[in-house]
């Protein structure tokens, strides 16, 4: 088995390096926006990303994705590399998988674990305060290229009271209202984006004072009938504007903390959605301002000339809501059914927790219209992205990187769509989400080809699907393939290993719980 596997790592290698040599031998850096999307379900566009659209691809209004799609290549079996958002804003940033950096988890405030009570188990001592100051990043190699970095929206990079609580360590030269929380207090200007502001108080009232979870740094719109997605599109294309006048080329990390609870109406949208449940129909209403917000970016970039030199990315950091906020509330829906045809939602081993919308539209690349349904995974696109700028990893980082170059697959070269197929995509989250619902659990799986397992910590319990034909993972092959079980858990014991990757403790030994092969 090991022969087949190094011919594998040496192929894809290989595509590493001509991906790279390919974006240097262009004598103009091209811009690239990157539009992650948070808590954005595979099923929350109208574009569907595999086969024909589905009843919720339906339900949702985003004409921008859809010419974004038009223009570029939808991925049909794009994930993310956690279930929740900082393990996969990290290892975009890092080009590291979760489990080799141990930011397994979201973080919030300096040196606090965030991780809910499990039975039997308790997680290990993971990097609670997210990126240190020092890491190689992608904007930092970016900047140090010459591009402008820019950050806007959610960073949830590193915890309260840490350095890169600020995306400027991360390496951003501009940081517009980024800081440690996942989430906004509240979406409306009328309440300064904030949770004194959503309760009502006035900012002179003592009971009103800051949260953690505040949206700093748009002060200029408080008071003012926006939507926080609105007012960060705004200040975005003002960003653009700014790099493109100084004839830089940029690097724009678009990061809205939309979709993310709490669930709030856009007021402006609400009336398309009448036949919604109110929650829903609100829902309905951030996906769309999501959509105008992609709208507004564009047209910017158009107005400023530059769309044909610039490279957009269309992504989620998670599997879209579907355990709280949405299903477990009045007029949310049935809980755990908000990702169909997928399983379960954020924060779940299940595919509605990890696999997202991914969209890439690269002008004189990618054909217009394409799908490529070979599996990737969000810390590719950390060399990805340093590809098409002509940017190589560093020597230093190289032994690190997880992460490949999909630029061959966006040129749609046959033969590196076959190689990067059978590549093992891993995944560990020794972490308990805190809501119950189907595969939300400490665990640590694997997809290769059309094959998942999930080993599932607290039980010990595997459970195999055959996504080619069952994505909705109804039925668990396990018990009726035991020599498949075996292979695809040696890979996963062999990552393990390589990767010093962190499991689940037992609660009453302390130990790290044991992968039997």
């Known amino acids: 088995m090991r022969a087949p596997a190094l011919r594998t790592i040496a192929v894809l290698f290989s595509l590493l390096m001509v991906g790279a040599a390919h974006a240097q031998a262009s004598s103009r850096r091209p811009n690239v926006l990157l539009f992650l999307v ?27 994705v859809e010419r974004l799609a038009a223009r570029g290549m939808r ?69 140090a290229a010459g591009y402008q ?41 009328t309440q300064r984006f904030s949770l004194a502001g959503r309760e009502g108080k006035d900012p002179s009232d003592p009971a009103g004072k800051p949260s953690v979870w505040d949206v700093p740094g748009l002060d200029a719109y408080h008071g003012q009938e926006i939507f926080l997605t609105e007012a960060l599109a705004l200040e975005a294309s003002k960003a653009i504007e700014q790099a493109v006048g100084a004839g830089k080329p940029f690097f724009m990390n678009f990061a809205p903390y939309a979709v993310h609870a709490p669930i709030m109406a856009n007021q402006r949208y609400l009336d398309r959605y009448a036949d919604l449940d109110e929650r829903e129909a609100a829902y309905a209403t951030m996906i769309e301002s999501v959509d105008a917000a992609l709208g507004t970016l564009v047209e910017t970039i158009d107005r400023l000339g530059v769309l044909d030199t610039t490279v957009i990315v269309f992504a ?48 004189g690349v990618t054909a217009a219209g394409s799908h490529c349904d070979v599996p990737v995974v969000s810390h590719d696109l950390f060399p990805t992205i340093l590809a098409i700028a002509g940017v190589d990893v560093p020597a230093s980082h190289l032994a690190a990187l997880e992460g490949i170059d999909l630029g061959p697959l966006l040129r749609g070269d046959p033969e590196a769509a076959a190689a990067m197929g059978d590549r093992p995509l891993l995944w560990n989250q020794p972490h308990f989400w805190g809501v119950e619902g189907p595969g939300i659990e400490p665990f640590t799986a694997i997809r290769q080809g059309k094959w998942k397992l999930i080993w599932f910590h607290g039980d010990r319990r595997f459970e195999l699907y055959d996504l080619e034909n069952d994505p909705g993972e109804n039925t668990n092959l396990a018990p009726y393939r035991p020599a ?33 092969r």
């Open 316 to 363: 989620s950091d998670n599997g879209g809501l579907s355990a709280h906020a949405r299903g477990a509330a009045p007029g949310g829906g049935t809980r755990h059914v908000h990702n169909a045809p997928l399983r379960s939602g954020k924060g779940s081993a299940y595919e509605g927790g990890i696999r997202v919308p991914q969209v890439v539209a690269w002008p």
């Open 38 to 64: 948070d808590d954005l379900g595979w099923s929350d566009t109208s574009v569907p990303m595999s086969g024909d659209a589905n009843p919720l691809n339906r339900r949702w209004h985003t004409p921008n």
């Open 75 to 143: 991925f049909g079996n794009a994930y993310a590399s956690a279930p929740v958002c900082t393990p996969t804003r990290t290892s975009i940033m890092t080009g590291r998988s979760p489990g080799q950096s141990h930011i397994t988890y979201w973080t919030l405030n300096r040196d606090r674990d965030t991780s809910a009570n499990f039975p039997g188990l308790r997680p290990p001592a993971w990097r609670v305060n997210g990126l240190d100051a020092d890491e190689t990043t992608l904007p930092k190699l970016l900047a």
């Open 484 to 516: 498949l079980v075996k292979r695809l858990t040696e890979v996963m014991a062999a990552w393990i290993e390589a990767r010093n990757v962190q499991l689940s403790l037992d609660a009453t030994s302390g130990d790290p719980v044991r992968l039997e």
């Open 149 to 189: 970095t820019i950050h806007v929206g959610k960073a949830h990079f590193g915890a309260n009271d840490t350095p890169t609580a600020d995306p400027k360590v991360v390496g951003f030269a501009v940081n517009i209202a980024g800081h440690a929380a996942g989430g906004p207090a509240s979406y409306l200007g």
